[in-house]
């Protein structure tokens, strides 16, 4: 397989018939040899990516291959194969690499043969496994991933490529008597020969949808693993600035503990859950909405005696120049622009939660009911929310011990949200100290500020479980 240049065939986004065949007989006890061959296919056109090899011939073929320990086997010749791509706009492209058994009939098992991948330096990718522990394809019904990739654009016209080599072997403890029959030659010899024994199978590179952040958390909904997130859904409501024409399902952390934690600036965060969110442009998608686990110190909500967030408010201006511009470049970039809705309420006492929820994003009111941005701070609602079923008052009077004790967002702490006391225009609603909802002067003293952001929608999780001890981590 080695040093084979004399042809190159252009196959796109298709599968590569390859096939691992035994010698049909073999004599005596436990030397078995089998060779890797395949047919080349035909083409198939595309404009995102390119799956090219070289042979010199028009049959693929390692021979010599038997039973190998993994030492042994990763030394053997290679199938050398192209990946490769030219992004023209600010995309990504996610791929795999997949391997599809295409017969069942005299077959090796999947489990007695393993699989290894290198780059073209010979890099270990993935490092010697049996095919029947690769993971499923979501692209490819039966196919095994042995590996995933992306390209990314570079702001160039250059073909990025990347180069793999695989290698198949037969593990080196395989039990050779379920592919064998023995043959008495006379009372001193035996034959013991393969019957016709194969391993068929194609190996795939297609572009696959990669799974958010927001796709990977949903799935825990209901909770799911005990992990707190449970869905909610709003009734279309013609007076609302979203879901006014179809209901919204959203997906909340509640209760005393969820895990929720997630590690973004380098800090502890905390997850308030995925939440259908326009952009400001109109185009709503799921993403990933977190707060600041502590206090970022005490702060006026507006030294101008407003409570109109968009005009901008102090806070407002604080957490969108200087705070925003402390955080790192990984940080910032996985910052989106949201609409915030500035509807407000009038009444100080006996709301509930998804009453305030409405209130919020009504569409009436003589100031702006929006405001676009990267950073703000919660909701009343969020607040409201965050408890558990346990907790049936209204927000004012979650100063009881089971709601306190049911709610991760009780920090005993004097601190603001972002809705408006509608009928006066230097009023806001806060969190008191004793857990109550209830309305502040915007000016009249400082206090505690948390810092939430939505998630672009391509943000992923990459690692951890939401707990404390393994939070969640985020990647692109």
């Known amino acids: 397989m080695k040093n084979v240049n004399k042809k190159e065939l252009f196959i796109k986004l298709i599968p590569l018939f390859i096939t691992l065949l035994s010698c049909i007989i073999l004599v005596s006890y436990a030397y078995y040899k089998i060779k890797l061959e395949g047919q080349k296919t035909h083409f198939v056109s595309t404009d995102v990516i390119s799956f090219t090899y070289k042979e010199s011939e028009d049959k693929i073929s390692i021979t010599n291959m038997e039973p190998k320990s993994d030492t042994e086997g990763i030394k053997e010749n290679y199938f050398e194969f192209n990946v490769a791509s030219n992004l023209v706009k600010d995309i990504s492209i996610n791929y795999e690499i997949s391997i599809l058994k295409t017969s069942t009939t005299n077959s090796f098992e999947e489990n007695d043969v393993k699989a290894y991948l290198t780059d073209g330096n010979d890099n270990a990718l993935v490092n010697p496994i049996l095919i029947s522990n690769l993971g499923n394809s979501k692209k490819i019904a039966n196919a095994k991933v042995i590996y995933n990739n992306s390209f990314m654009y570079n702001n160039s016209n250059e073909i990025q490529t990347h180069t793999y080599r695989l290698r198949v072997w037969l593990k080196s403890d395989i039990n050779m008597s379920k592919y064998t029959v023995k043959q008495e030659i006379d009372d001193s010899k035996t034959n013991i020969s393969l019957t016709g024994c194969t391993f068929k199978f194609k190996v795939n590179v297609s572009t696959v949808k990669q799974e958010t952040g927001a796709d990977t958390l949903i799935k ?60 400001g442009t109109g185009k709503i998608e799921n993403r990933i909405k977190i707060i600041k686990d502590q206090s970022i110190g005490n702060k006026k909500w507006d030294t101008g005696n407003s409570n109109n967030w968009a005009r901008p408010a102090t806070l407002n201006t604080e957490l969108n120049t200087t705070y925003l511009n402390s955080l790192d470049s990984t940080a910032k970039s996985m910052i989106g622009n949201t609409k915030y809705y500035l509807g407000g309420y009038n009444n100080n006492l006996q709301i509930q939660k998804d009453v305030m929820y409405q209130y919020e994003r009504k569409t009436n009111g003589s100031i702006p009911n929006s405001w676009v941005g990267k950073l703000a701070i919660m909701y009343a609602s969020d607040y409201g929310y965050a408890v558990s079923d346990e907790c049936t008052q209204n927000l004012y009077n979650y100063n009881n011990a089971t709601c306190k004790n049911n709610n991760w967002l009780f920090k005993g702490i004097d601190e603001w949200t972002l809705l408006r006391f509608a009928s006066i225009s230097y009023g806001v609603f806060g969190v008191g100290s004793g857990g109550y909802v209830s309305s502040y002067g915007v000016s009249d003293n400082p206090y505690g500020v948390r810092p939430v952001l939505y998630l672009i929608s391509s943000a992923q999780i990459t690692g951890g479980n939401g707990t404390s001890s393994s939070p969640y981590t985020l990647g692109l």
Do not use: C, M
């Open 220 to 279: 825990l909904t209901n909770n799911q693993n005990e992990s707190g997130l449970y869905t909610i859904t709003h009734p279309a409501d013609t007076t609302l600035q979203i879901g006014a024409t179809e209901s919204i399902t959203e997906y909340r952390y509640r209760g005393a503990s969820p895990k929720n934690y997630v590690t973004f600036n380098n800090e502890v965060w905390r997850i308030l859950g995925v939440f259908p969110t326009d952009d």
